[in-house]
């Protein structure tokens, strides 16, 4: 990062963090002061509710000992308010006539009398009491509560902050804003005694003329440098010319700098919003499938809470080689418009669905919108590239979708406990068409008559899955990884954890995932490659990822989850970038007659394709045998392709490289 982006990013962030942790302690300083008296009123009104009802069966003549299913309504009354421990029915002697007790407490927890609130009504028959309703509150209801406060509001904190970030980048994007930048830029370097030339910036005005006034000096600078080496090289006189040569160095004078366009900076805001809109539902999607869930043409309860998700990423991956050849001809810029509106009635559709069938059809909707974005953003990048910067403009469109991975199910799960899933999808459409009118100030519009370029064929599949090495990297490394991303993480943890904790707790574990690949990812893709070293990280890495199922029958939730989640981000980080840099390598080597693109296109069909999989196959064995097993199933299979794309690479170092036909 420049120095100039570091230092403005810097002031904000501390800016940004300073207000935000002040209004953090004092909002959760107040709630704690207003939780323990919210929760003694909460248990006295439930107390004086079943008084009540107890009171007027006594007048009906029916006694303490005559009442029938007492617990029937006590069990309601402690399932429906997690917070009790127990609630009892006793005499005035203290003997109890009915109680029930909550299993989400120990044993020990219901009987540790110093450790719990109690609160109580009177049963009133006749205007005498008869007995009492007792209603437990174990103190660590509120530890737990006020914990879970500060766990939300740190996760609000630190996405705020992101989200901030991402909106100062995107206005720095915008004309104005880009020549105040470019400006100080120039000086900053110019003070370091840097005078490699930037980029041209377009404009007018005042800022702009000083832009050109300070690149017009640097241009200078140049040309009366080479015109005084000219002149030395040909008077003879090496001691000038090693002179110029050191100030030259000195003042990089001959090197070149590699910077972002500022036109390839403006996408980041648009994709950002967009699959931040997506990762928002990550939560509690399944949950809410598994609310309409119904069996479906003899198709498993587990199978139908799949399917909705399963054909959204059948559509993305599927989707991806007609529409890149479709957004490149469409134009880029139309098409992340179009493809956000498209989310946006999506998520509406979502969020009004009544059963599996609308939901379906407009989770199908969202999908096109997300594939058609996510085409359209990366060709958008790589059509503005070459070779020097390609890198640079991906790692923009990655970070943005790493820190919507990040900021979106934490978010996602608070809004969801709060006001419910409708509510949340809601809010998703409104973010992607914050999105949609990003993409619409800021990307600039499309050049008609675009050709585009050949994409992915079947019959370059089957010329490049004919050699084991290649074929085990993508259909034994590559597709399990992504199987058990989606299929254990995305689909099967919001599930079970659904059954104990709140959609925030699931927001949390989820954003692991995220936050570790956000930090592997970059410090890995640079150490392979210094190395040269790419099998043995993707072999660990589908190993670690395979042997990450064990946290879940090892520890108790979500502790186990969350552990998966991490170690499966840590896998995944060490195995992703050497296996897409394999990839090339491979086919460089085994097809040089077959362009590179044809087989990153394989290559990105056959893994995308594990995510439509993923669920599917989680979700047919688990109907035909139990969660468990089909959770070691995932990772064997994950270990076993690994091991198996390890042996080949071992094997494919003996064989002679072919020689490319003339």
């Known amino acids: 990062m420049r120095r100039f982006d570091g230092i403005l990013l810097a002031c904000v962030t501390a800016i940004l963090v300073a207000g935000l942790a002040v209004i953090s302690w004092q909002t959760v300083t107040a709630a704690e002061r207003l939780l323990l008296p919210a929760l003694d009123q909460k248990a006295r009104t439930v ?37 009790f421990a127990f609630v009892r029915i006793v005499r005035p002697d203290g003997s109890v006539v009915a109680q029930a007790d909550s299993h989400d407490f120990e044993p020990e927890a219901l009987d540790d009398s110093e450790g719990m609130q109690t609160a109580s009504a009177p049963i009133v028959v006749g205007g005498a009491s008869v007995g009492d309703v007792v209603v437990g509150t174990p103190d660590s209801v509120a530890r737990v509560l006020v914990r879970e406060l500060w766990l939300d509001v740190a996760v609000l904190l630190i996405v705020s902050v992101l989200v901030a970030l991402e909106l100062v980048s995107f206005a720095f994007t915008r004309a104005s804003a880009v020549l105040l930048r470019g400006l100080a ?17 377009a404009g007018t005005g005042d800022i702009a003329e000083e832009v050109k006034a300070v690149d017009g000096e640097v241009a200078r600078v140049h040309r009366e440098h080479a015109e005084l080496r000219a002149a030395a090289v040909e008077k003879g006189d090496a001691g000038a010319v090693a002179a110029l040569d050191k100030i030259a160095a000195s003042h990089k004078l001959t090197a070149k700098r590699y910077e972002t366009p500022a036109t390839l900076a403006a996408v980041r805001a648009p994709v950002f919003l967009f699959y931040f809109a997506e990762e ?9 499938i598994e609310s309409m869930a119904e069996p479906i043409a003899g198709l498993s309860v587990e199978f139908v809470i799949a399917l909705p998700i399963i054909i959204f990423m059948a559509i993305m991956a599927l989707g991806q ?14 098409s992340v418009r179009l493809g956000a509106m498209a989310a946006v009635l999506g998520f509406l559709g979502t969020a009004m669905a009544g059963s599996m069938g609308p939901l379906i059809a407009a989770r199908a909707v969202t ?35 790493m820190a919507a991975m990040l900021c979106g199910p934490p978010i996602g799960g608070i809004i969801a406990d709060r006001l419910g899933p409708n509510p949340t999808f809601l809010i998703s459409a409104a973010m992607a068409l914050v999105a949609y009118i990003c ?6 519009n499309d050049e008609r008559g675009g050709v585009a370029k050949p994409t992915a064929k079947l019959a370059d599949s089957i010329i490049v899955l004919k050699k084991p090495a290649i074929f085990l990297l993508m259909l034994a490394c590559a597709f399990p990884a992504k199987m058990i991303l989606i299929g254990i993480a995305f689909y099967y943890i919001p599930l079970d954890l659904a059954v104990r904790f709140d959609q925030s707790t699931i927001g949390r574990v989820l954003m692991l995932y995220g936050l570790v690949m956000l930090v592997v990812v970059p410090a890995i893709s640079t150490f392979s490659d210094h190395n040269a070293k790419r099998v043995p990280y993707v072999v660990l890495g589908g190993v670690l990822s395979g042997l990450a199922v064990a946290h879940l029958f090892l520890w108790p939730q979500p502790w186990g989850a969350a552990l998966f989640v991490v170690q499966v981000g840590i896998a995944q980080g060490l195995s992703t970038t050497p296996q897409t840099a394999l990839v090339g390598e491979l086919g460089r080597r085994y ?5 590179e693109g044809g087989v990153y296109g394989v290559f990105r069909l056959i893994e995308r394709s594990g995510n439509a999989a993923g669920p599917a196959v989680f979700a047919a064995v688990w109907a035909a045998t139990s969660a ?6 995932m990772g064997f299979v994950l270990i076993a392709g690994a091991l198996l794309f390890g042996i080949a690479m071992m094997l494919a170092e003996r064989e002679p490289v072919p020689v490319p036909s003339e």
């Open 367 to 401: 999908a096109v919108g997300f594939a058609i974005v996510f085409v359209a953003a990366q060709g958008y990048i790589v059509d503005r590239t070459g070779a020097a910067n390609r890198a640079r403009g991906m790692s923009l469109f990655v970070s943005a979708i």
């Open 628 to 633: 468990e097993v089909a959770i070691l199933f």
């Open 439 to 444: 993409a619409l100030v800021a990307l600039p």
């Open 47 to 83: 107390a004086r509710s079943i008084s009540g009802l107890v009171g007027q069966a006594g007048e009906y003549g029916i006694g303490l000992d005559k009442l029938v299913r007492a617990e029937d309504v006590l069990q309601a009354a402690v399932e429906e308010n997690g917070e």
């Open 591 to 595: 097809f040089p007659s077959l362009s």
């Open 321 to 334: 080689p007609v529409l890149n050849v479709w957004t490149e001809t469409f134009g880029r810029s139309r």
């Open 185 to 201: 830029q120039r000086l900053s370097s110019l003070w370091r005694g840097d005078f490699r030339p930037y980029l041209p910036l």
């Open 280 to 288: 928002l539902t990550r939560a509690f999607l399944p949950s809410y």
